[in-house]
Every structure is written in structure tokens, then in C-alpha cells.
């Protein structure tokens, strides 16, 4: 990690003199590459993903190298000789023993419930039959094992990447897996719906080390610029608030409208998908700042991204043949412009007062009428995506919103909490630090203000939090401060502006989570570095890096994507996993 740190300055030093390349929504690309850095920095070129197969570090005679070399090599001689504790105590190394235990169990599944309400063990065999459930849908799956490698899904790439000539960065950030031994297929698991009768799982998939991911995040960083020019679409609870507080009071006869499209991911076809794309990119292109060639090429790649979703489950290989692309980056930014193609002519209906949408949550101020000729309409293009949980009334639910037309026409809203919420807060218990654990609770309290304009609604929703915590194992004494710190909610709704565009330095150390004497010390930059030109030009006044620490597997990472052990049948088909006895 110091090396790592070292070299980011370095590199930053070494490519002081280039402009820096325009940042995006999402993870946009790093390289020493030359050619990377003096490309231009269109839409298109700066969507590229980073690229963390490079290993280049600037040359030991380029200026500043060598006070960079004397800081990193003091450094490291003086963490070697800094004593810690392992940090564990013997309760830790009892409950690390029992979860390793737990997951060598070849007849159990342990998996995290879907909405967090907890954490579900059940038997191998179920949690085979509710995947088999899902995956022997032959309109949607379909079982390639023993006919597709991981490399194949990369050659058609390359054949897409050959027919439409991009620059060297683009090429490489999509490609960069070619020769790497970690290219795989996705991994599929289940979630289990336990606020389901009978339960039944979220499907998932982790394409992460995988052909189509790096070229889902190029789309995504391509694409997300659009959603900002598109009104309709909302991306947080705060812009929701912003457009009901500019709203005059109604009218009588408007009602709420509250839906939900049905299994959007899945209910997506390819082909309407692609050619709501491409309208999309013919009419909002230019202004991101794409060429006719680039849009052709974006619309090819995203075909080429849904037709190409390869994953892994119980030793068998399976492809996506319908639907939103699983577990790959693009799949909201893609399903939210779908969705904006199927609705742009129905939110042109007279007397709609308002409409908002939040991927497949959709929201309407309007004359019942109104409302039922709009969701009619909405219905009637795609036989696939249907609206399911429709409420028309002067009441409606939105996002975590409680939203209710007053007998003076006037909006209001508060806090809304699901009936199935099991507030799993974390632990104070847990390996957090106290800092984060304050601010986890501060944040929660803003978002109740910020919600709750009225006082009462505040105030009730403020005391459930605090006792619930107290359930949750936190003491009064730490809640007591926080809970008394005043919140004034002009402030929240004010609009926070960014100005400090400086780069950071942080330095991650796998430590543990205790107070360690001096090391904090060892990471105030000498002033022969931070006093530099280049290095206040590049990171203005910083004196210390940023110490971070990570820590080792939690409790969910031992069990989320684990392998589902063997199917172990006998001769006689009696499923053997049923007769082992219950864990102690």
C-alpha cells in the first residue's frame, strides 16, 4: 500500500504538465498510458472505465523522484518496526472459528434476506430447488455448459472493437482481460424474499473479472449524462421534495397515483431495448457531445453487452437470452432510458399535474380520470412491462415518502417506514469506528428532518430511531449527544456546492482497529515534498495522508459467494444433506 501511494504521486508528478481528463458518474479512467493522456477529452473518450492493469512508474531521474524514493523507503523501515497487537480477543477468535466452521457445512446455505431483514439459513437443497425454480425458465436461460469457454464472450468483442475503429484507450480499457488468468463468467445467487408466501429468491449476478463488465461501465458513463436532461426522472428523495415544495396547492378532484412496473430488469426485450437506445442517442447525442459513428458504436456494444450476460451456477454455464443485462453497471441507466422512450407521449396528457419516476416507481398528480387513461396507454406498447400495486387516492407512498393531499389542496409528506422493516442497524458492536458510527446515526436524523417538515412527524419518527437503537445494543450515554444536537432543515435544503476540486492522499493499511501510538505521526509528509510547487499545484496544503484501514472478510463475505456445495443424492435419489442432525 505505501509503494501504491508512492507511485500515485509520483505519477501525478510525472504528468503534472497534461490536462487532467474529465471525471464522470461512475469510476472514470486512470493510466499512465501516453496515449491515454493526450487524447481528447470528448463525452466519448472520458466515459473510458479505469484501466488497473497498468504497472508504469515514472523513471527514478525525472524531477522529485528521488525525495519521493527517500520518503517511501523511511516509511516502510518504520512501519516494519512498529509493534501492534493482532487485535482480536478471544470471544473474536471463537465467533472467526465458528464461521469457518459453518461454511464448510456441505448441507446449509447461509445468505443476507432481501430488504435487509436479516440473515436466512437454509438447507442446500432448497436453495438449489428456489434457483432451479428460476433458472429453468427456457424463454429467459439457457444451459451452454461444456459449449462456451470465458474467452469467447472477449474474441466477439473483438471482433465489434475491429469493425468499429476506436482510440487506443477505449480499446484497452475493454480488453484489458484478454491475457488475464482471472477472466471468468458471472457468478448467479439468490437472496432469499423471506417477506414472501412461499419465499421465493431475488435472482443476482456478480459479473465482476468479466467480459462485459468493463464495457457495461464504459456505456454506463456514456449514457448517465442523459438522465440529468430528462425531467421526469428523478435520481433521490431530495429532488422528489424540491418539486413538491415548488407546487401550488391543487385543485379539488386531483388525486395520487402510485405504481410499480413489474420485474422491469426482466421485462425488457432486447430488441425494443436497442431501438429505445438508439431514438434516445439520435435525439440527445449531440448534446452530451456524440458523433453519428459513436452512437452507432454505443448501440453495437450494448447489443452486444445484453446478448453476451454469461453466468455460473451449481456447476452448470447459462446465458441470458431475454432482459436487462444482470449485475452488469449499465442495467439501471439502460432500464431507466427504456422506460423514458415507453413514457414520453403519456406524460404529454392534458390536466397531468405532475409526474416523477425513480426506475420502475412511478408517481402522478392528476385527475383519476387522467390517471387511468395514462396508466392504459403506458400498458399498451409492450406487452412485457405491465404496472403492478396501483393506488389512486389522496394518499400514496414514493420512495421512503408519505405523501397525502391536505384539505387545502396544499402537498404534504413525511418519513415512510415498511411494516416488514426489521431496523438492522449496525452493531455498536461491530468493527466500526465510533467516528463512523456517529456520523451513520447523524446522517439518519438529517434524513428524518429533511423529510418531516412538520415538527410532530419529526419528533415521533426521531424518538422510534432512538429506541430502537437502544434495542440494538447502543448505551444512552453515546446516543444522548447526538440525539440533543439541533438540526435546522433551511440547511438541509439548501443546495451543497462543490468547489474543492484538490486530490487527496490516502494511504489503506490492512491494521487492525485500535489506537496504535505514532502511527498517525509516520504519515505527516516531510516538508521537502509538501512544500514543492508541484505538490501544492496538484494537492494544495495537505501535511498528512489520509490513514485508512481494511479489514478482513465480515461476516457476509463468508457465505455470500461461497460455492453451493455438491448435490449429494444417493443411488437411490434420497437427498443425504436432509439426514445430517441440526447444528448445535
Known amino acids: 500500500t505505501i509503494i501504491k501511494l508512492i507511485r500515485n504521486i509520483k505519477l501525478s508528478f510525472f504528468f503534472s504538465h497534461l490536462p487532467s481528463p474529465t471525471t464522470t458518474h461512475h469510476s472514470t479512467f486512470t493510466s499512465s498510458h501516453h496515449s491515454t493522456f493526450t487524447s481528447a477529452h470528448t463525452a466519448f473518450t472520458s466515459a473510458v472505465p479505469r484501466i488497473p492493469s497498468s504497472a508504469f512508474t515514472p523513471p527514478d531521474s525525472a524531477p522529485g523522484m528521488h525525495l519521493l524514493n527517500e520518503y517511501q523507503s523511511k516509511l516502510l523501515e518504520k512501519i516494519n518496526y512498529l509493534a501492534y497487537p493482532s487485535g482480536r480477543t478471544k470471544v473474536q477468535d471463537f465467533i472467526l472459528r465458528t464461521l469457518k466452521q459453518l461454511q464448510a457445512k456441505t448441507t446449509i446455505v447461509v445468505k443476507p434476506a432481501d430488504k435487509?431483514?436479516?440473515?436466512?439459513?437454509?438447507?442446500?437443497?432448497?436453495?438449489?430447488?428456489?434457483?432451479?425454480?428460476?433458472?429453468?425458465?427456457?424463454?429467459?436461460?439457457?444451459?451452454?455448459?461444456?459449449?462456451?469457454?470465458?474467452?469467447?464472450?472477449?474474441?466477439?468483442?473483438?471482433?465489434?472493437?475491429?469493425s468499429f475503429p476506436q482510440p487506443d484507450n477505449i480499446i484497452k480499457a475493454l480488453t484489458h482481460l484478454k491475457p488475464s488468468s482471472y477472466l471468468r463468467f458471472g457468478r448467479f445467487y439468490l437472496l432469499p424474499k423471506m417477506h414472501k408466501k412461499p419465499v421465493r429468491g431475488r435472482p443476482i449476478v456478480s459479473t465482476l473479472n468479466t467480459a462485459t463488465y468493463h464495457a457495461s461501465v464504459f456505456i454506463h458513463n456514456v449514457?448517465?449524462?442523459?438522465?440529468?436532461?430528462?425531467?421526469?426522472?428523478?435520481?433521490?428523495?431530495?429532488?422528489?421534495?424540491?418539486?413538491?415544495?415548488?407546487?401550488?396547492?391543487?385543485?379539488?378532484?386531483?388525486?395520487?397515483?402510485?405504481?410499480?412496473?413489474?420485474?422491469l430488469y426482466p421485462?425488457?426485450?432486447?430488441?425494443?431495448?436497442?431501438?429505445?437506445?438508439?431514438?434516445?442517442?439520435?435525439?440527445?447525442?449531440?448534446?452530451?457531445?456524440?458523433?453519428?459513428?459513436?452512437?452507432?458504436?454505443?448501440?453495437?456494444?450494448?447489443?452486444?453487452?445484453?446478448?453476451?450476460?454469461?453466468?455460473?451456477?451449481?456447476?452448470?454455464?447459462?446465458?441470458?437470452?431475454?432482459?436487462?443485462?444482470?449485475?452488469?453497471?449499465?442495467a439501471v441507466t439502460y432500464a431507466n432510458l427504456v422506460l423514458h422512450h415507453l413514457e414520453k407521449e403519456c406524460i404529454k396528457l392534458p390536466y397531468l399535474i405532475h409526474y416523477s419516476r425513480y426506475i420502475d416507481d412511478l408517481f402522478l398528480l392528476?385527475?383519476?380520470?387522467?390517471?387511468?387513461?395514462?396508466?392504459?396507454?403506458?400498458?399498451?406498447?409492450?406487452?412485457?412491462?405491465?404496472?403492478?400495486?396501483?393506488?389512486?387516492?389522496?394518499?400514496?407512498?414514493?420512495?421512503?415518502?408519505?405523501?397525502?393531499?391536505?384539505?387545502?389542496?396544499?402537498?404534504?409528506?413525511?418519513?415512510?417506514?415498511?411494516?416488514?422493516?426489521?431496523?438492522?442497524?449496525?452493531?455498536?458492536?461491530?468493527?466500526?469506528?465510533?467516528?463512523?458510527?456517529?456520523?451513520?446515526?447523524?446522517?439518519?436524523?438529517?434524513?428524518?428532518?429533511?423529510?418531516c417538515p412538520e415538527e410532530k412527524d419529526y419528533l415521533e419518527v426521531k424518538k422510534l430511531f432512538y429506541h430502537r437503537l437502544l434495542r440494538r445494543g447502543y448505551h444512552p450515554r453515546f446516543l444522548h449527544p447526538l440525539f440533543k444536537e439541533i438540526i435546522i432543515r433551511e440547511e438541509l435544503t439548501k443546495k451543497k456546492s462543490y468547489q474543492n476540486n484538490q486530490r487527496k492522499l490516502i494511504a489503506t493499511l490492512s491494521i487492525p482497529n485500535i489506537r496504535i501510538i505514532g502511527m498517525r505521526s509516520l504519515f505527516v509528509l516531510p516538508d521537502n515534498i509538501a512544500s514543492t510547487v508541484k505538490f501544492k499545484k496538484i494537492y494544495g496544503n495537505i501535511e498528512r495522508v489520509t490513514l485508512g484501514r481494511k479489514h478482513g472478510k465480515n461476516t457476509l463475505k463468508y457465505f455470500l459467494h461461497r460455492a453451493l456445495p455438491p448435490d449429494e443424492i444417493n443411488s437411490s435419489g434420497v437427498d443425504l444433506s436432509l439426514e445430517e442432525p441440526a447444528l448445535p
Open 223 to 263: 449514457l448517465s449524462p442523459i438522465l440529468r436532461k430528462l425531467p421526469a426522472i428523478c435520481l433521490s428523495s431530495r429532488e422528489v421534495i424540491k418539486d413538491l415544495d415548488n407546487l401550488p396547492p391543487l385543485t379539488s378532484g386531483q388525486r395520487i397515483t402510485c405504481a410499480d412496473v413489474a420485474s
Open 267 to 330: 421485462s425488457i426485450p432486447t430488441e425494443y431495448g436497442l431501438q429505445a437506445i438508439h431514438a434516445i442517442l439520435r435525439e440527445y447525442g449531440g448534446v452530451i457531445g456524440l458523433q453519428k459513428k459513436e452512437e452507432d458504436f454505443i448501440v453495437h456494444l450494448l447489443k452486444w453487452v445484453l446478448t453476451n450476460n454469461y453466468f455460473e451456477f451449481d456447476g452448470h454455464t447459462y446465458l441470458q437470452l431475454q432482459g436487462t443485462a444482470m449485475g452488469t453497471p449499465m
Open 116 to 162: 435487509n431483514l436479516g440473515t436466512v439459513v437454509m438447507l442446500a437443497s432448497t436453495y438449489r430447488k428456489m434457483s432451479r425454480e428460476i433458472l429453468d425458465d427456457k424463454n429467459t436461460y439457457l444451459d451452454v455448459t461444456g459449449t462456451v469457454l470465458p474467452c469467447f464472450p472477449y474474441l466477439s468483442l473483438h471482433q465489434l472493437l475491429l
Open 366 to 451: 392528476a385527475p383519476p380520470h387522467t390517471a387511468t387513461t395514462f396508466i392504459s396507454r403506458f400498458c399498451d406498447q409492450v406487452a412485457s412491462i405491465q404496472l403492478d400495486g396501483v393506488t389512486v387516492g389522496e394518499r400514496g407512498v414514493f420512495l421512503d415518502l408519505d405523501i397525502s393531499i391536505r384539505a387545502d389542496g396544499k402537498i404534504i409528506y413525511k418519513t415512510y417506514q415498511k411494516e416488514i422493516n426489521k431496523y438492522l442497524y449496525i452493531s455498536p458492536h461491530s468493527n466500526h469506528t465510533l467516528s463512523s458510527l456517529k456520523n451513520i446515526i447523524r446522517n439518519e436524523i438529517k434524513r428524518y428532518r429533511l423529510f
